[in-house]
């Protein structure tokens, strides 16, 4: 379904019953990359599903964006479905959209997990995400989905070559391609995304959960991340930065545990 949305028009599905889950999106990904997941969450949880502005089948809208303007449009989705409060799972660059969504819409947050993602993007991150931006521009796209795909998936996941087909069949081939200028105006979010030094003021009860080989990720983020936030726990997952696709069933029994332990805490 798609809706005018903070002025743009934003592409949104709604799975599962149950204490609503807004999920949000990485840097030029869609709702495609939750498929994994939403069988199991379902089970529990109502699902809200969207495409950031950019990606997918929501606007591209001119300019460059940030993380807290996502944060407004997610926000605005919310008001919209007259869904709130809700968990927020956020991965990735949609971590820091969460993060934004839990400092300026704390009414709107119930329990918060932040999936490998970073209060600041390192230059490392910053460097590979420019160097696939280039690839696309150069229309190396086969190099840029295999170089993607060694810095998002575990050396484990190299073993099944069935597997790595079908996940580089996908993503070589989307059923919504992404444009240059969507990834250009997300990529300009994710490099400015900074929140150091703001994220004690979440209240959220917080679960910070990343994968032991993320190529994009450090754990060291994901501690500083935690570390920062005082009422937060740091889960460790096997796999790398799209762990949520490797090992879909450990991630969400992570995440229905976390929501519902802190349920019955409260």
């Not at 160097?131 to 060694?150: K, P």
């Not at 105006?185 to 080989?213: C, D, R, Y």
Request: glycine fraction near 8%.
């Amino acid at each position: 379904m798609n809706a005018n949305i903070n002025g743009t028009n934003l592409y949104y599905e709604l799975h599962g019953k149950g204490d609503p889950l807004l999920m949000i999106q990485g840097w030029g990904a869609d709702v495609s990359n939750w498929q994994d997941i939403i069988e199991p969450l379902s089970k529990n949880f109502q699902l809200i599903l969207f495409d950031n502005r950019g990606m997918g089948r929501s606007q591209v809208t001119p300019g460059d964006y940030t993380t807290r303007l996502m944060a407004d449009d997610a926000a605005a989705l919310l008001d919209y479905l007259q869904i709130s409060p809700t968990h927020v799972l956020g991965w990735s660059m949609g971590g820091a959209i969460a993060q934004e969504l839990a400092l300026a819409y704390p009414e709107k947050v119930d329990q918060l997990i932040l999936s490998a993602t970073s209060a600041k993007f390192s230059e490392k991150c910053l460097f590979i995400c420019r160097s696939q931006i280039a690839a696309v521009e150069r229309q190396e796209m086969a190099t840029q989905v295999n170089w993607n795909l060694s810095f998002c998936f575990s050396e484990a996941f190299f073993t099944n070559p069935v597997r790595l087909e079908e996940v580089r069949g996908s993503v070589f081939n989307p059923q919504y391609p992404g444009t240059l200028a969507g990834v250009i105006s997300q990529f300009a979010a994710v490099a400015a995304h900074n929140t150091k030094g703001k994220l004690g003021a979440i209240a959220s009860p917080t679960l910070v959960i990343g994968a032991e080989e993320d190529g994009l990720i450090s754990i060291n983020n994901l501690k500083n991340l935690a570390d920062e936030i005082k009422n937060s726990e740091l889960k460790i997952l096997p796999g790398s930065h799209m762990y949520h696709v490797e090992n879909a069933i450990a991630f969400s029994k992570a995440v229905t545990e976390f929501i519902q332990n802190m349920g019955r805490k409260s």
